[in-house]
């Protein structure tokens, strides 16, 4: 039995040394201001929430609209349950497609006005499912180098080459488009609207090159969703373009106020997707009180008070956007309700981020990897629901709390500016 002992000590020690080599980057995290947490939030997504016990204002969250806790989707919710049950048991290609799921892909295709439309678990499941799906060995993929983490994901997890252009740099684009003419199908990936610098891909310029080169053109409209467009349709929409996108991608979990995500394309898309994206394929469809919500929030866009929500949320956007820059903040390129708050050095973000709770708002620090070293920045990111009150509140507690830390502004990121990389893989 010595032998059993003896062995038995030698794995011990192994997993203490495991366990301790997670412990020592965890460590350098920390030292880095690296470190990540899961703040929590009392109640339900409003403009105001409880953090730590205390009341403060909530700038830091996706709900655009308000339709969170919107009295329409809760009913919906509630009423599906009832009818429907609590999950769907399956995947879709199963017994996991319920009425609902067919009614709302209709829906959503109306929507946009596509063919078809594909419901997915989230946005992330959406990139990573997708993008391998329709790109394999001998394609290329030309992604924008501020793309989404799960844009880059979905590109790696490909076996097709990848080109990842310097941001919205459409010279460089259409060089590497003349290049690889001819090498296998070309699909050009792009955020409708960049959702750590809030600003919108230059989408006349992508479409015009995707027609020059015989090229697909997929759109992550994430944030765009609900929000841009006289009728809330999104990015494409807001700058005239419609009908002019081959793939577009939409979440139900930011303006809609729910959870989940959709692909709206053609119906030979959506077909092949349905047999080949392996994150619809073999994931548990969405439930009914999803589903119900997210039908909900639709009809809400499509209403008057819709518009009237995306005109508050203009309204405040332009408001907070330009106290920021007459108070001398740096909000990059930001047109849209995303504004970041340039810093540069991620511990002093999150000394940022802190004072600024302690002035009674909640705005998260956005550090490496999410964005480049040197890049960090505060987060806002505004909602329907806040108001002028809110929103004047916002800019003295800023203020304030860039005293406290001492707001150290664009001079951290150098003469080289590391908000935008030109790396090419």
């Known amino acids: 039995m ?87 048991g399956a995947s879709r290609l199963v017994s996991g497609t319920m009425e609902l799921h067919e009614l709302l892909e209709r829906q959503i295709a109306s929507f946009k006005g596509t063919e078809r439309a594909l419901l997915f678990n989230s946005g992330y499941a959406a990139n990573t499912g997708v993008i391998p799906a329709l790109a394999q060995k001998g394609d290329t993929l030309y992604s924008d180098k501020l793309n989404h983490a799960s844009i880059v994901d979905g590109c790696l997890l490909s076996r097709a080459r990848l080109v990842r252009y310097p941001h919205s740099d459409m010279a460089f684009l259409r060089r590497r488009l003349a290049e690889h003419r001819g090498d296998g199908r070309r699909i050009i990936i792009s955020d409708g609207v960049y959702s750590m610098d809030g600003d919108m891909a230059m989408l006349s310029e992508l479409v015009a090159i995707k027609k020059e080169y015989g090229a697909l053109l997929m759109v992550d409209d994430a944030h765009g969703t609900g929000v841009l467009g006289a009728t809330g349709r999104g990015t494409a929409e807001h700058l005239g373009l419609s009908a002019e996108i081959d793939i577009s991608m939409g979440t139900l979990g930011k303006a809609l106020g729910g959870f989940g995500a959709f692909i709206a394309s053609s119906d030979e898309i959506i077909e092949y997707l349905v047999n080949k994206a392996r994150s619809f394929v073999f994931s548990t469809s969405l439930p009914p009180a999803v589903l119900a919500a997210a039908s909900a929030a639709f009809d809400i866009v499509d209403s008057k008070e819709g518009a009237e929500l995306r005109q508050r949320l203009t309204e405040n956007t332009a408001y907070l956007r330009n106290a920021l820059r007459e108070a001398g903040f740096d909000t990059l390129g930001s047109e849209t309700q995303i504004i970041p708050v340039f810093v540069g050095d991620a511990q002093k973000t999150m000394e940022f981020s802190r004072a600024l709770l302690e002035e009674g708002v909640f705005v998260q620090g956005i550090r490496p990897p999410t964005v480049p070293v040197g890049g960090s920045r505060l987060r806002c990111t505004l909602m329907a629901t806040h108001n002028i009150s809110d929103l004047q509140q916002v800019v003295k507690a800023v203020c304030r709390a860039s005293v406290k830390v001492g707001y150290p502004g664009r001079e951290l990121a150098g003469d080289n500016d590391s908000r935008y990389s030109h790396e090419v893989i």
Not at 23 to 29: H, Q, V
């Open 2 to 88: 010595d032998w059993l002992v003896d062995r038995l000590g030698i794995i011990q020690e192994e997993g203490r040394s495991e366990v301790s080599c997670f412990a020592r980057e965890l460590s350098l995290l920390k030292d880095q201001g690296l470190y990540r947490c899961m703040p929590s939030i009392a109640g339900s997504q409003n403009a105001r929430v409880v953090v730590d016990g205390k009341e403060v204002l909530l700038l830091c969250s996706n709900n655009y609209l308000g339709l969170a806790n919107h009295p329409a989707l809760k009913e919906a919710s509630i009423q599906a349950v009832v009818r429907y049950g609590v999950g769907t």
